[in-house]
């Protein structure tokens, strides 16, 4: 087997990258915090599901308290997939916000993955992990009462690519929702014209078969009939990764038939979390608590259980209809005047 030689150069692009990377992530409007698990979630932290490469990948597992589950219940399932350019990021980040959603019923698996190294894309191998981390948790259903027949993933910025890819080629997630996530990862290296873009750490710099490698990482190459529904939230003022990468998926699924909804977020930048602060506090729980319900097709908040409530105002028609709206051609504009 061959093997790529590291050379100075090639390790100096990279370290640009991880540092283009931070310089963003710090300039983002909101961060990941580190608070402790919401009241009522008991989390079981660093189990391993899988090791490939000499690296071993953990997952911290999000579930309803023993105390306050009903004899036989369920949980669905969903996987949670952390953002940070492919190069970087972890399960810790991110494991608070996500986890917040086991206080509604649900197990939440937030996941590693394989990061890119110098010389070392991850690409095809950071999807297959997540197919790999839903193994290990349909392997471990019993032992965790956990529902495999109603499966979801969610994921943030490189994370919801990583969701997003998942959905189109594993036909076990149900649901799928995507966060200031890329779509297209042509369009994407295109439209940003960086020195160094991170990018090309996920897929490879070797400009030999970039255009494929791109086009088949691209969850907007897959869309098709019969895949998952889709819920697409993005900021108006992400200058990381456009909202038209989402306005576009959103027209193909519409054009596939694929149930779908897009809430863009008036004046939100890259990196905004499931509660929104900027620049209007927003919590984004109860749409996505209303879009779980209805592509699971039945119940996902306890009622004797203390959850984040869904409004009257969330549509809750069963059939999808939170997902389809003609009145809104699939979009909901959140902040507008």
């Not at 810790?92 to 917040?100: A, K, L, M, R, V």
């Not at 529902?147 to 990583?162: K, M, P, Q, T, Y």
């Not at 036909?171 to 991170?198: T, W």
């Not at 990468?245 to 905004?272: C, K």
Request: charged letters at 20%; hydrophobic letters at 45%; one cysteine or more.
């Amino acid at each position: 087997m061959t093997r790529r030689v590291l050379t100075p150069l090639r390790l100096g692009l990279w370290i640009a990258i991880a540092a283009t990377t931070a310089w963003v992530w710090a300039s983002s409007a909101e961060k990941p915090s580190h608070p402790a698990p919401p009241a009522g979630v008991l989390v079981l932290r660093d189990l391993t599901y899988r090791a490939v490469e000499g690296r071993r990948l953990a997952l911290d597992l999000y579930l309803p308290d023993v105390a306050k589950r009903a004899p036989g219940e369920l949980h669905p399932i969903l996987i949670a997939v952390h953002g940070g350019s492919w190069i970087g990021g972890s399960r810790t980040d991110y494991g608070p916000q996500f986890g917040c959603l086991a206080r509604n019923g649900i197990a939440v698996a937030v996941v590693d993955y394989r990061l890119a190294r110098p010389g070392a894309p991850s690409w095809p191998g950071a999807p297959a992990d997540i197919a790999a981390a839903l193994d290990w948790l349909e392997t471990h259903a019993d032992a965790y009462r956990l529902d495999s027949n109603r499966v979801a993933a969610i994921g943030a910025s490189s994370g919801g690519l990583l969701a997003a890819l998942a959905g189109v080629q594993d036909r076990r997630f149900r649901a799928i929702i995507c966060l200031s996530a890329p779509m297209d990862l042509g369009e994407l290296i295109a439209d940003r014209s960086l020195a160094h873009e991170p990018a090309l750490a996920f897929l490879g710099d070797d400009p030999r078969g970039l255009a494929n490698r791109a086009r088949e990482a691209s969850p907007i190459s897959h869309v098709q009939p019969g895949q998952p529904p889709m819920l697409l939230i993005h900021g108006t003022e992400d200058r990381w990764v456009s909202i038209e990468q989402a306005r576009d998926m959103r027209r193909l699924l519409e054009e596939a038939g694929v149930p779908n909804r897009l809430i863009e977020i008036e004046g939100a930048r890259h990196g905004f979390q499931l509660q929104v602060m900027e620049p209007e506090p927003r919590d984004l729980l109860p749409e996505i608590l209303a879009f779980l319900e209805e592509a699971w097709g039945g119940r996902v908040v306890d009622p004797g259980r203390d959850h984040a409530a869904i409004p009257s105002s969330v549509p809750r028609v069963r059939g999808l209809s939170f997902l389809k709206s003609a009145e809104e051609g699939g979009t909901i504009r959140i902040g507008t005047s």
